[in-house]
T-cell receptor, first 110, second 112 residues
Framework: NAGVTQTPKFRILKIGQSMTLQCTQDMNHNYMYWYRQDPGMGLKLIYYSVGAGITDKGEVPNGYNVSRSTTEDFPLRLELAAPSQTSVYFC?????????FGPGTRLTVT | DAKTTQPTSMDCAEGRAANLPCNHSTISGNEYVYWYRQIHSQGPQYIIHGLKNNETNEMASLIITEDRKSSTLILPHATLRDTAVYYCIVRSYGGSQGNLIFGKGTKLSVKP
């Protein structure tokens, strides 16, 4: 039982490039979330999903897209990377009262 | 969800109890108090939660005042591995689950 896994762990992008951050969970949870965390700050919600085929915007969705074709996977897409998207990205699920977080992807856009 | 106020940082000696306060004066009746922590650059980790009664688990104790406007997380015997940022979060349970609103938290430094 791996919980929540994220790939890659690190990535450097040039301005204007695109990439997909992968998130997979093996806990069969319906709810999944993407957060970003800027240095010294708390986490901010980008997008979330309440089940396969259903997604919705969080607090800071601009510049990102998501899809949820299966219960297990919730990829986050950056289409035109900008320096403001330099951050650490965390994927999470919730089961009962507890939210489970992945190890994070550290993204640098230069 | 109600806002919370926490000190920016705290120090604690190894082996002593760490008491982390949190103010949530606008908490409503159906909102729970949650505590998470984040050890350097890792994903946040759930610690404990409560509604109005004091709670204890293998990691910590949560003391909630009778008026529910503040709470204290207690790590009974802090170790160096407890050095982390601790987040106090207030939210209701049910409806759109999750969507925790993280503030800046309290940076706890446990010193030998």
């Amino acid at each position: 039982n791996a919980g929540v896994t994220q790939t890659p762990k690190f990535r450097i992008l040039k301005i204007g490039q695109s990439m997909t951050l992968q998130c997979t969970q093996d806990m069969n949870h319906n709810y999944m979330y993407w957060y970003r965390q800027d240095p010294g700050m708390g986490l901010k919600l980008i997008y979330y999903s309440v089940g396969a085929g259903i997604t919705d915007k969080g607090e800071v969705p601009n510049g990102y897209n998501v899809s949820r074709s299966t219960t297990e996977d919730f990829p986050l897409r950056l289409e035109l990377a900008a320096p403001s998207q330099t951050s650490v990205y965390f994927c999470a699920t919730v089961g009962g009262y507890e939210q489970y977080f992945g190890p994070g992807t550290r993204l640098t856009v230069t | 969800d109600a806002k919370t106020t926490q000190p920016t940082s705290m120090d604690c000696a190894e082996g002593r109890a760490a008491n982390l306060p949190c103010n949530h004066s606008t908490i409503s009746g159906n909102e729970y108090v949650y505590w998470y922590r984040q050890i350097h650059s890792q994903g946040p980790q759930y610690i404990i939660h409560g509604l109005k009664n004091n709670e204890t688990n293998e990691m910590a104790s949560l003391i909630i005042t009778e008026d529910r406007k503040s709470s204290t997380l207690i790590l009974p015997h802090a170790t160096l591995r407890d050095t982390a940022v601790y987040y106090c979060i207030v939210r209701s349970y049910g409806g759109s689950q999750g969507n925790l609103i993280f503030g800046k938290g309290t940076k706890l430094s446990v010193k030998p």
